[in-house]
């Protein structure tokens, strides 16, 4: 009977070793630094408290906003019942010619030669990792790409877990705290030919630091001397200046002096779809022929990692895209938003600079553009306002801008000017 007991205990003292033994070895990873920020600023009990660190989009009262245009595209869906089938591979059809004619411009050659290959994404991330796996197996130069410094934090792993090598190149002056656009063409001169540059379109996460258009066009001759190729990342067109025609500039003039370039786009900020993770990647080709060619090897891509994208999200992107007075509401909706940021930007330097008399100058305030700020401020005043004044950012002094209101911003700008001072 003992015998008979101990093989019976056997199997589960077994796995119990076995459990133990297998993941003994995996260490701790680093905490994520904004969800830090976020689990910081939910057990803070303070009525006063802010959250800045967060990447989304607050009302004026600083809740989460669903656009007007998103809820009645939703009622259009539902009354039209459609159903919960899969979509191909490259996802929703429609959604992705009309993305890519918010991109590209309705009068874009490329789409009318029909030599644009897309694909529906899992949001911006998604596309960032579909662009980077097809480099990596298919780019015929080095697989090097240039990330600016500094660039959103994800960027990095992304680019280097799809096989790429990543390289830096200089982007934000923090004596200035503006644009160092002679580093930065300093550093894509001394980049080897074919290389891979990676460029913010707009509202540069997390500076807020944009080129001007004559710098653009500059880029652009440089990045053709040099033979580079340009893959960007628009994952705020419209949401930066309130004008999706303005906020595309780089992407469309980048096409037409005949650059062939990877795009990727994000819905999540510019139509508050957060969680549906809308998105597109697209690539410029030379003729309908070599698109579907580029295409078959992006299918070949997507079908093993997710195989196929979620309908919802696509649905209400499309539906807005494609009702001529829904995207003239949504149009209007995402000026909106762009200029309660933007407003929150003027108030803001106007509290620091005539009313606080703040050490410093806090012109950036009002050049940066899009959601996120630069401030200045150093980790230990960062570190300050969190502890002292129950305000919530990166340790490098981004804040959101979208995170300021109308009932906030004066508490946030004194305790800046406490924290510059040295009174907090």
């Known amino acids: 009977m003992l015998a008979i007991g101990a093989a019976r205990r056997s199997p589960a003292l077994f796995r119990n070793v076995a459990s133990v033994s297998t993941w003994s070895a995996v260490p701790a990873g680093p905490p994520d630094p904004i969800l830090g920020i976020t689990e910081a600023f939910k057990a803070d009990k303070d009525p006063r408290k802010i959250n800045l660190g967060v990447g989304a989009y607050r009302d004026e009262n600083g809740k989460p906003y669903v656009l007007?245009?998103?809820?009645?595209?939703?009622?259009?869906?539902?009354?039209?019942?459609?159903?919960?089938?899969?979509?191909?591979?490259?996802?929703?059809a429609s959604f992705t010619q009309n993305a890519a004619k918010l991109a590209y411009g309705v009068d874009s050659e490329l789409l009318k030669q029909n030599a644009i290959a897309v694909t529906q994404s899992i949001s911006g991330t998604g596309a960032l990792r579909i662009g980077g796996a097809f480099i990596a197996r298919h780019y015929p130069h080095a697989k090097v790409i240039y990330l600016p410094t500094p660039t959103w934090g994800n960027h990095i792993p992304l680019f280097k877990d799809s096989g790429l090598e990543v390289r830096r190149y200089r982007y934000?002056?923090?004596?200035?705290?503006?644009?160092?656009?002679?580093?930065?063409?300093?550093?894509?001169?001394?980049?080897?030919?074919?290389?891979?540059?990676?460029?913010?379109?707009?509202?540069?996460?997390?500076?807020?630091?944009?080129?001007?258009?004559?710098?653009?066009?500059?880029?652009?001759?440089?990045?053709?001397?040099?033979?580079?190729?340009?893959?960007?990342?628009?994952?705020?067109?419209?949401?930066?200046?309130?004008?999706?025609?303005?906020?595309?500039?780089?992407?469309?003039?980048?096409?037409?002096?005949?650059?062939?370039?990877?795009?990727?786009?994000?819905?999540?900020?510019?139509?508050?779809?957060?969680?549906?993770r809308v998105g597109a990647f697209s690539l410029t080709t030379q003729n309908e022929e070599e698109k579907k060619r580029v295409e078959s090897q992006i299918k070949i891509l997507i079908r093993p990692m997710y195989s196929n994208p979620p309908l919802h999200g696509a649905h209400i992107a499309n539906t807005i895209l494609s009702d001529p007075e829904l995207y003239q509401e949504w149009e209007g909706e995402v000026k909106g938003m762009a200029n309660r940021i933007i407003n929150m930007r003027e108030r803001l330097y106007n509290l620091l600079t005539h009313e606080l008399n703040t050490p410093g100058d806090w012109g950036h305030i009002k050049s940066q553009i899009g959601m996120f700020s630069f401030t200045g401020l150093k980790t230990e005043q960062c570190k300050a306002l969190a502890e002292k004044a129950h305000i919530y950012m990166t340790m490098d002094g981004r804040i959101s801008m979208a995170g300021l209101n109308s009932s906030n911003v004066e508490y946030f700008a004194r305790s800046v000017d406490a924290a510059v001072k040295g009174n907090l």
């Open 172 to 276: 934000f002056d923090s004596k200035t705290v503006g644009l160092d656009f002679k580093g930065m063409k300093e550093d894509l001169k001394s980049a080897p030919e074919g290389a891979i540059v990676l460029l913010h379109a707009c509202a540069h996460n997390p500076t807020g630091v944009d080129p001007t258009q004559e710098q653009w066009k500059e880029l652009s001759g440089l990045v053709a001397e040099k033979k580079l190729f340009p893959f960007f990342d628009m994952a705020y067109q419209g949401f930066a200046s309130g004008s999706t025609t303005r906020d595309a500039f780089a992407v469309r003039h980048f096409v037409a002096q005949g650059h062939y370039i990877a795009l990727c786009q994000s819905f999540a900020k510019n139509m508050g779809l957060y969680g549906e």
């Open 68 to 92: 007007n245009a998103v809820k009645k595209a939703e009622e259009k869906m539902a009354a039209a019942q459609l159903d919960k089938e899969y979509l191909g591979i490259t996802g929703l």
